[in-house]
């Protein structure tokens, strides 16, 4: 097995396909990591998240990254980490990016959204207002590994 150092534009093909990946923020030393759904356009990565602790850890400390894999197995995989700046979008004045990402994230994430809105039906309180943020990418890398030829697993 080799371990490879990818290319921008190869991490940036992972993050143009990816829907899944684990956010990391911190607050007074403490990592705090989630799985959340996503979508990369170049230079951001939107999002659509229900308000609660990760919101306001990167209210108060907007550098952030998220963590992206492809395993195929033990010695077949990658993984993407893009450092960035967190910014919320909230209504009214950034209307026009909320849309878009919604547009966006709608294409892959439909049933999280419906998730969304039914539960605020039912407990229409604050943890569940929609909200939208962007990561704006600082910077990615990559590594990935391959299998020369031996068996997979
Ligand atoms: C496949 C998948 C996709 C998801 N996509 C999204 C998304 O697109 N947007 C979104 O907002 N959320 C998404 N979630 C849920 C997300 O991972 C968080 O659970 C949720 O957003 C609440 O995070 P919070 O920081 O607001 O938690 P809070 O409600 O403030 O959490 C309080 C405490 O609950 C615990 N906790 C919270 N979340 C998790 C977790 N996932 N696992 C274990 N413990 C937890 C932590 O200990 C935390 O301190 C997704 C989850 C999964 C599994």
């Known amino acids: 097995m080799t371990i490879d ?8 093909e992972v993050l143009q396909r990816a829907s899944l990946g684990r956010l990391g923020c911190a607050m007074d030393n403490q990592p705090y990591v989630i ?21 306001e850890w ?17 010695t077949e995989w990658l993984s993407v980490l893009a450092t960035g700046r967190f910014e919320e979008l909230p209504e009214p004045q950034f209307e026009m990016e909320r849309a878009h990402a919604r547009e966006l994230l709608q294409k ?11 539960r605020r039906k039912s407990a229409p309180d604050e943890s ?3 909200l939208f943020f962007r990561i704006h990418i600082d910077s990615v890398t990559g590594l990935r590994s391959q299998n020369q030829g031996g068996s997979q697993g």
């Open 5 to 12: 150092e990818m290319t921008e534009k190869e991490c940036l």
């Open 58 to 74: 990167m209210r108060a400390n907007p550098k952030v990254c998220v963590e992206i894999d492809e395993v195929k197995g033990q």
């Open 35 to 55: 799985p959340i759904y996503l979508a990369y356009e170049p230079g951001f990565i939107y999002v659509f998240s229900t308000y609660g602790k990760k919101i």
């Open 128 to 130: 569940i207002m929609p």
């Open 108 to 118: 892959r994430h439909h049933w999280w959204l419906n998730a969304l809105a039914e």
